[in-house]
């Protein structure tokens, strides 16, 4: 059974830091597209980032420049380091595996999702 458990969420003030962290269980993160998407409140599902199997990724232009995403293939996990956090980044954040060159554009690719973990940015 493919498990994806997020974690690292919590409240941190504008431009602050966090990183979130998405441990997989049952399959490979290599032999996937792995990537991290949000949805705030009343809107939809966004992509924030993807890394393919490849280990190429790929940012959302809000994500370019302050969010990193990563791969750990030896403890099978993901990541997504986030800084200068501003308020509209407020979100649930899920974890998702899709087909090999799946890509955040296309959400509905992706066919594993975690449970989310939430970001609050606020002063």
């Known amino acids: 059974q493919v498990q994806l458990r997020e974690s690292g969420g919590g409240s941190v003030q504008p431009g602050g830091s966090l990183r979130l962290s998405c441990a997989v269980s049952g399959h490979l993160v290599s032999t996937y597209s792995m990537g991290w998407f949000r949805q705030a409140p009343g809107k939809e599902r966004e992509g924030v980032a993807t890394?393919?199997?490849?280990?190429?990724?790929s940012y959302a232009d809000f994500a370019k420049g302050r969010f990193t995403i990563s791969r750990d293939n030896a403890k099978n996990a993901l990541y997504l380091q986030m800084n200068s956090l501003k308020p509209e980044d407020t979100a649930m954040y899920y974890c998702a595996a899709g087909p090999f060159y799946a890509d955040y554009v296309a959400p509905t690719d992706f066919h594993l999702w975690g449970q989310g973990t939430v970001v609050t940015v606020s002063s």
């Open positions: 890394v393919d199997g490849d280990g190429n990724p």
